[in-house]
């Protein structure tokens, strides 16, 4: 997502979801909640036409402007500048079109606008159909949400289903569970990594490599000084660093289309011997620190043995 390294004038309040997730009730409630609306000049960008529509006319409405978007060529710098200069807007509420890559909104917003919370809005009744059909589409709203709200749920549904599509993508979104009757639950299902963290060394099974590169990526503090074993292809090029080489995985997330290499940085003083896209085992203690390649702090590992080995099975690692 875009950032200053400057306070930005606008704050970007997102909410994303298919079609009737609730994403305009939200907004609406939220609006007329006197300790979130204290009188910002508020825009309300709206992406898509639902049946619900929100109701200005009401008084702590009225500091609130509503601009709607029915293309995504219509989501660039210059016009959404344009339309919050119209509103005078101090803040923006985006109501998401469900059916658009998020890519398009966080590759055009101003830059001076910025996310601050990013909720996606789920009708629980259809989710695990839309999850078979359109993955692609839920796993692009999962990917960056502080939050998912499940709405309509009911004690029949299965938990767990629904956790597990959610942490397939990203172990810190706080997921919530809110019933037709209004009761809500916040999720409590505990999230056990497949590997001992507290292991002297932490063995890696092949079929496990994308947990623990998601993991490490999200909390790497949490393996600074520990000891990893795990098989990987090497990646070597002549613009890294002396002894310094990559060792990772090809990650699928949901479609072919979306596998990338996903690798770690490592330091050997027999650099030289590998080769490109050889298969290794490697057993090496973490040290999270900055690194060129980081361009910032990461996980860096000091490699102790490097043993070549044949490709897993299964060469593209997945969550699943």
Known sequence: MPMNDQEPAVAVFLFTGFLEAGKT??????????SFNKGERTMI???????????????????????????PEELNPENLSRL????????????????WQLQQLFQNLPDDWAVYQEMFFVDSTTFLQY???????????????DLVAFNRFDDKF??????????????RTDIVY??????????DIKDPLPFDINAPVIEVKDEDYALLYRDMMEE??????????????????????????????????CWVEDIRYCGVVAEWDKTAMLGARQWIIV???????????????????????????SKPEQDVATFF
Request: a positive charge.
């Open 45 to 71: 960008l709206v992406c898509e036409e639902g049946e619900e529509e929100f109701d200005l006319s009401k008084s702590i409405m009225k500091n609130v402007c509503v601009k709607t978007i029915e293309e």
């Open 283 to 309: 057993t090496a203690k973490v040290s999270l620190q900055k690194h060129k390649l980081y361009r910032g702090k990461g996980p860096v590992l000091k490699v102790q043995e490097v043993v070549l080995t």
């Open 25 to 34: 009730k939200f907004i609406q409630g939220t609006m007329e909640d006197r």
């Open 220 to 253: 790497p503090a949490k393996y600074d000084g520990k000891v990893l074993k795990f098989k990987g292809i090497v990646a070597v090029d002549g613009t890294f660093p002396k002894n310094t080489f990559a060792i990772g995985r090809h990650v699928m997330t």
């Open 158 to 171: 299965d938990k767990l289903a629904f956790h597990k599509i959610v942490r397939g993508t990203s172990r």
């Open 131 to 145: 999850n078979k059909n359109m993955r692609s589409l839920v796993v692009d709203k999962l990917n960056t949400c």
């Open 178 to 187: 809110e019933y037709a009757t209004g009761k809500i639950e916040y999720d």
């Open 84 to 99: 919050a200069e119209e509103c005078g807007a101090e803040r923006v509420m985006v109501e998401y079109n469900g059916m």
